[in-house]
């Protein structure tokens, strides 16, 4: 755990890094004063030489870890055959993707788009053409279900249905045809749902939100409501998906399939952006040619790293070494009850922790654990989201929880 920098003052060339970058940067986020060159693996060095544990995974798209070697060596060998092509042609990659992801799905078809956010409005328009070809709904009235606390990203489709004020507020006009109810709650979802909805769009587990986890049974309700509404169940995987909760899929945990996977941040590895809306035949299919579409969505590049993460997935074993892991952070979480923490929620290597607020915002926590050499997140206040990487060593996992630990007295 050694370091080369006093990690409790900012050293002048990071200083000198965060303000150039405050002085071009549009400010639509507000980090931590550290400027990362350097990572591998759980670990990330700033351009001082200090070293980091990372408990944020890129909100999970480093689930694998900084340069993890078979995802490097996917990208290094694609690099030097081609990285693009652009749908209007095939390339000797795709197949192979879309045929892997959909079969770790359990479904029949992909279509590869390249942020969650894309993602999202993808499946928000095959939902609505669903609607039309196949419910009847008539034109230009269909519906979308999607539950309060909800974060699927920040196009001004999806901040319209949002109820963060710091996401939605100053942006509207915003699309109508969304229905919101309050998450967890399958009493008002089912009052929600009208001939006109066309599909309820929820998050197995909120990320954003702070590692909300709906009550058990939840899930399995959804599905229920939605197949004898004839309404499709849109499950957004994007943060929770991949191996993050111990299963390949958060709604696993209630054996629980929809009928469109939203994914992302993870698919890509940390290298590429890479998502994909999956589903069957019978909902895809409405899709056809010159509909839809993404220039970069589905390239050589993305399609190499995006197979191999499946196939790292495909054994099962990071799913395994997830929820193995999650069982030491859940632990450790408990102990910190009383003693700083107010309360916590996890799921797998992912939780959200409630810290007492007489100790100090999220924000404040997480600038003293990078005084201490670890980066989080806080998320909602006095609430902050650890998101390992699932490469993480049980050492250096407890290290960081050592740490946390240490910061809440």
């Known amino acids: 755990m050694s370091i080369t920098t006093d990690r409790t003052i900012t050293p002048r060339r990071t200083a000198a890094e965060v303000a150039r970058a405050e002085s071009r940067t549009a400010h639509n986020y507000h980090p931590l004063p550290v400027v990362l060159s350097h990572a ?13 544990l990372d408990l944020l995974a890129g909100y999970s798209a480093l689930n694998f870890g900084h340069g993890h070697p078979r995802l490097l060596a996917a990208a290094h060998a694609q690099l030097d055959k081609v990285t693009l092509t652009s749908r209007a042609f095939v390339h000797d990659r795709f197949a192979d993707f879309c045929a892997a992801l959909g079969d770790l799905c359990g479904k029949d078809l992909v279509l590869p788009m390249n942020t969650g956010a894309e993602a999202v409005e993808t499946a928000i328009k ?3 053409r669903w609607g039309y070809d196949v419910k009847g709904v008539a034109p230009d009235s269909a519906r979308v279900v999607v539950a309060a606390g909800n974060f ?28 919101m109810v309050p998450y967890g709650d399958l009493a008002a979802l089912e009052a929600a749902i009208t001939p006109s909805t066309v ?13 909300i986890i709906p009550p058990a049974g939840y899930l399995r309700g959804v599905r229920d409501l939605c197949t004898r509404s004839e309404v499709l169940f849109v499950a957004d995987e994007i943060q929770a998906g991949l191996g993050r909760t111990g299963r390949t899929f958060a709604c696993d945990h209630e054996g629980v399939v929809p009928d469109l996977y939203v994914l992302g941040k ?8 890479v998502s994909a809306v999956v ?24 399609c190499a790293v995006g197979l191999e993460v499946v196939d790292m997935l495909g054994t099962g074993e990071l799913q395994a070494q997830a929820e193995q892991l999650g069982g030491i952070l859940a632990g450790r979480l408990d102990a ?29 926590v997480c600038e003293r654990l990078m005084a201490r050499g670890v980066l989080a997140k806080d998320t909602h206040g006095s609430t902050i989201r650890l998101a390992p990487p699932l490469v993480i060593t049980p050492e250096d996992l407890h290290w960081g929880l050592d740490q946390l630990a240490a910061v809440l007295v």
Do not use: C, M
């Open 152 to 179: 699927h990203g920040r196009t001004t489709t999806i901040v319209g249905f949002s109820d963060d004020p710091d996401a939605r507020g100053g942006f509207g006009p915003f699309a109508p045809g969304f229905d």
């Open 266 to 273: 993870a698919l890509g590895g940390g290298i590429v952006p």
């Open 126 to 128: 095959v939902s609505r």
């Open 336 to 364: 910190l009850l009383g003693h700083g923490v107010v309360s916590y929620r996890s799921r797998g290597l992912w939780a959200g922790v409630d810290v007492d607020p007489a100790l100090g915002t999220g924000r404040e």
């Open 40 to 52: 591998e693996g759980a670990w990330v060095t700033d351009v001082d030489g200090r070293r980091f």
């Open 279 to 302: 589903g069957d035949h019978d909902v895809l299919d409405v899709l056809k040619p010159g509909q839809h579409g993404s220039t970069f969505g589905g390239n050589p590049l993305a």
């Open 199 to 211: 599909a309820v769009l929820i998050e197995p587990i909120q990320g954003e939100g702070g590692v």
